[in-house]
């Protein structure tokens, strides 16, 4: 089941300064788009799902389980979330070789190595995303792709509910940015996992956007079915007609 619910509310605070996140929407589509500015709360979202930040109050629900809800209590551990998350600066440790990295994601902090399923599990998880002769190197010998690749299998080999994605392609040129695109539409369908990716991205809008959630001044300002939406307009039109609307909207929101 890919259900994906969102209903959280979070105040941040930093001396006078403060920043409210309001953030509602739902979906049981392949891919999720969260657009808007910087600042408008799209990475403090995907924070609160994957368990990072506690919001205030609200539910998260993915896949028929709560994750979080303040009326039962509920705020579930990050390790039990089912919920990969790839960052946007991948966050591979540099000390540790592509295997080592994937498989730190099965084992418990503290446990000297993994088992004999454990590193058959990462073998299998290498050779999905073509690492299998990158295995032993070290993140800093690594392309851009394949250090996304080292990211993406990390996040995926415990076989996740949702995979969080924050701005994915931001770091590769325009070139690499088009095959792994290509790259993630097939691995979403081998492991059939829902995806919510962050984007400022037109061109990820267009092939991504199953569900498109608009954010501005920190909360959620439309919801769009945007690839039935897009059905009516070339793509590129239909992004820039929905970026017009959100601007319109915006405006009004600060003059009111």
Known sequence: MN?????????????RRS??????????DDFVVLFGPSGSGKSLTLQAIAGLVTPDAGTIRVGGR???DTASRTNCPIRERGVGYVFQDYALFPHLTVAQNVGLALSPWGQASLTPQQRLQ????????????????????LSGGQRQRSA??????????????????????PLLRARMRSELLRIQAHFQVPVLLITHDQDDVEMFGDTLVMYDHGEVRRIFPFKQYAREKPGRVAVENLLGELDASSALADAT
């Open 66 to 68: 709560n994750l979080y």
């Open 3 to 15: 259900d994906i619910a969102v209903d959280i509310r979070k105040t941040l605070r930093d001396g």
């Open 122 to 141: 990462v073998d299998e998880t290498l050779e999905v995303f073509e690492l299998s002769r990158q295995s032993h190197a070290l993140p800093r010998d």
């Open 152 to 173: 993406l299998a990390r996040a995926l080999v415990r076989k996740p509910d949702l995979l969080l994605l924050d701005e994915p392609f931001a770091a590769l040129n």
């Open 19 to 28: 920043f409210t996140l309001s953030a509602r929407f739902e979906s049981r």
